[in-house]
């Protein structure tokens, strides 16, 4: 399992209640495959309300990608809280998932 502490890049709308969202992620992104999840500490809910799941759009370079939709209270306060701020730091844990990673052994979880 890891944590992170990840820096928000990019947050645009996309339109009709979508998003995609890119964080720096070098100790995640390395790992992650498109379809794994993260789970995501979402500003401003951090003692209310457990970290949400999200699925990985895509990762590489260091940057891992989200495309999501602002529904619920845990996608609306992450639009909400990150997309004014482009570098708001984001708490992330992955490593709940077992896959191979783009064709070989994953040397960690993700």
């Known amino acids: 399992m890891t944590v992170e502490k990840c820096t928000v890049v ?3 709308e ?5 998003f995609h969202i890119v964080f720096d992620a070098p100790g995640i992104a390395g790992a992650a495959i498109p379809g794994q999840f993260v789970h995501v500490r979402v500003p401003g809910l951090e003692k209310s309300a457990l970290r949400r799941p999200f699925s990985v759009f895509n990762a590489q370079d260091g940057r891992l990608e989200l495309l999501y939709k602002s529904v619920g209270r845990g996608a609306g306060a992450l639009d909400r809280e990150a997309v004014p701020k482009r570098t708001h730091h984001v708490d992330f844990v992955a490593g709940l998932d077992r896959r191979e990673r783009r064709g070989a052994a994953a ?4």
């Open 10 to 12: 990019e947050h645009r």
């Open 14 to 18: 996309l339109g009709s209640g979508y």
């Open 107 to 110: 040397d960690g979880l993700v």
